[in-house]
C-alpha cells in the first residue's frame, strides 16, 4: 500500500528549562504547523557544536517536550564529527553528546543526538485495514531513478496520528525523494 | 554475489587546457592510487561555486581527462542550488553548469556537473563467471541498521578494471555503509 513521504531536515526538541536557558524570555512562536497533530515548525533557531565543527540555523520543533533531542544525518554527524545511534524518538540513554546554541545562553548536553530511525505513522484502525497490526518493521519501495528498498521502517501505532513515513534528508537524497512523494509499504 | 564497496567524495576530472587555467604551472601530483588501475587521488584542491553558493576543497582525481566532470551528491547539489542529473562518466550533454575556482584562475562551465550513477566496475571474464554478461544494471543489497536494497546499479565491464561498487557519499550515509564494506549483488 501507498504512504506519503515526510523528510525530516535536522532539527531539535527542548525541554522548558533548557528553551529558557537558550533564549531567555523569547517566546517559541508557530512557524508551520506539521503533519503530526499539535506539532508546529518553529521561528526559533539554534547552532549545534561539537569541538569546532559546527551547523548553523537548526530548527527548533514544538510544543516543548519531557526530553532534549537533536535528530541529524549521518552527513550532519560526519561534520560535526560525531558518532550518534539510530533511535525511536525519546530512547536517548548513550546516544551522543552535543553542544547546543542559542542566542541567550548555550547548553552542553552529555547526551540527546541521534540518527532518527526510518518510521510510520498510523492509526490503530490503520494498522488493523491494513494487516499490520502487532508488526514491528516494514520495508518500503522508492520508486524513480535512484530508487530501491529502505529496511527497517517501523511501524508508530498511535491515535491522533498523521498517516506518513518519515526519513531523513539522507534517505531522501540518496533516493532522489521529494517531500510528499509515495512509498510503497512491502510487509 | 559479494562486490566490495568503495564511496565516492565529491570530486572533480579536468582536461588539461582547463587544468592549466586553474593551476598554472602547478603539477597535477599523486596523494594516492585510487583501486582503478591508472587513477588516483591528486593533491590539488578547487572550490565549486553557483551563485553565492560555494563548496571548498574539492578533490581533482587524476590523470587528466578528455573532459571536465564534476561529480557531487545530491546533498551538495542542495547545498549549491544546483539540480545536475544521474549520468555515467563522460556522458556531460545537458548537466548542470557550474564554476570552478583554482590558486590561479576560475573557469565557469556551460555543463559538467553530475550525480554519478551508481555503478560496478568488473572484468569481462568476471561478468561471465557471475552470470552478467549483456547485463546493463543490477540491484544490490546494503545490510546493517539502515540497510536496504540500491536498484539501477550499472555495470561497467571493461578490461583493466577493478571489481568494485561505487557508489556516493548519498547513498553510503543513508544506508550507514563504510569504505570497503560488503553488498550483495541481485540479479
Redesign the interface.
Known sequence: MEVSIGISNRHIHLKEEEYKILFGDEELTVCKPINQPGQFASNQFVNLKNGDRIIEHVRVLGPLREYNQIEI???DA?LLKLDPP?RMSGHLEGSAPITVIGPKGEIELKEGCI?AD?HIHMLPEQAKEFGLEGVETV?VELKG????????VYLRVAPNSYFEMHI????A????VNQGDIGIIIK
Open positions: 544525518s549521518k552527513t560526519r539510530v540518527i526510518r520495508s531513478e535512484k530508487g530501491g528498498i529502505i529496511n527497517n531523513d534528508t539522507d534517505d537524497n540518496a533516493h532522489l
